[in-house]
């Protein structure tokens, strides 16, 4: 194997199911079997092709159909760029509602996760569309956007589910808070209000901090809340997590476009020795 292809390799064994929806509904049976829930993504953004869309669009089908008949437990998570946003956003609507729809008939629940700032006010108001005649669905919400609080409060006032990140894009200063105790004040911020008004929501991190304030507030508020973690980072305590009796997720991203998606995780960690370590020593 050349250096590039086992580099690749290493990032594919660590944060990535694999290239098939197999490969995701295998690793998926895995992490059930550790009592954890599982959040399938399909990878791929910013489609400008309308053929990469059918592909995603049929993709997820062949997903939940597997899900289904495999007994995954778990959801979805799909990206509105991967639907058409941004080339036909009409089409992009009958998608999403179309993935919903099939997700609803086999049990699934379907996350719209959230992209650079450019794509948020549309993401939030196809969700706010979407959410009048589907129920099975929910949003991610980015914490260290300015705006997120009120993005917030009007999904929770509409009746619909969050799911509450960090946020993985680099923005302008304008708009995000840069610095990490901005971020953490604005994501705490925003939780209290979930705790405090919604039904039910996700807390999707893996700072201890957030987690522990997340578990303070819930003895409190005795909600319908879960945790979510991405596949391969903090294993060891999306596993304490679930044996304490809390719901946990975990993000399993899968399909051949796994390189934008490994070098958002491995700017975040760091772990770029960890996963160094792992290429050599194959
Ligand atoms: C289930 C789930 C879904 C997500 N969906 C979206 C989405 O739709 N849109 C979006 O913008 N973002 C999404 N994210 C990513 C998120 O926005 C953050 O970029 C990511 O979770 C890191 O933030 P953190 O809250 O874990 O805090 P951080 O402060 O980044 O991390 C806390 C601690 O976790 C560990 N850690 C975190 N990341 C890594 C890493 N890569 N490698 C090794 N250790 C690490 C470190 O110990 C770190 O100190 C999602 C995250 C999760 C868990």
Not at 18 to 35: H, K
Not at 192 to 219: G, K, V
Not at 245 to 263: D, E, K, M
Request: with cysteine; aromatic share 10%; charged share 30%.
């Amino acid at each position: 194997m050349d250096f590039v292809s086992r580099f690749g390799a290493a990032f594919v064994r660590r944060w990535i199911a694999g290239v098939s929806v197999d490969d995701a509904v295998r690793e998926s049976a895995l992490i059930n079997r550790a009592e954890e829930q599982v959040m399938i993504n399909y990878l791929g953004e910013h489609f400008h092709d309308m053929s990469q869309v059918e592909n995603a669009v049929n993709t997820y089908s062949e997903l939940i159909d597997k899900m289904e008949k495999n007994k995954v437990h778990g959801c979805i998570a799909i990206k509105a760029t991967q639907l058409g946003m941004g080339i036909d956003d009409q089409r992009c609507y009958k998608n999403y509602i179309f993935i919903a729809k099939r997700a609803q008939k086999a049990g699934v629940f379907v996350w719209l996760d959230m992209e650079e700032h450019m794509y948020v006010s549309k993401t939030i108001s196809l969700y706010l569309k979407a959410l009048r005649e589907r129920k099975n669905i929910g949003i991610c919400i980015q914490g260290k956007l300015k705006r997120s609080y009120a993005d917030a409060r009007r999904i929770v006032r509409m009746h619909g589910r969050i799911r509450l990140v960090k946020g993985a894009y680099d923005e302008s200063r304008r708009i995000m808070y840069t610095d990490r105790e901005g971020v953490f004040e604005n994501y705490l911020m925003i939780m209290r209000y979930l705790f405090e008004h919604s039904e039910e929501f996700i807390i999707a991190t893996h700072d201890d901090r957030i987690i522990d304030s997340a578990l303070r507030l819930n003895l409190i508020h005795r909600k319908k809340f879960a945790f979510a973690m991405l596949k391969g980072i903090r294993g060891k305590l999306a596993e304490k997590i679930a044996k304490q009796g809390n719901t946990i997720f975990i993000y399993v991203p899968f399909g051949p476009q796994w390189l934008a998606y490994s070098i958002r995780r491995l700017r975040e960690g760091s772990n770029i020795a960890l996963v160094l370590r792992s290429v050599l020593q194959q």
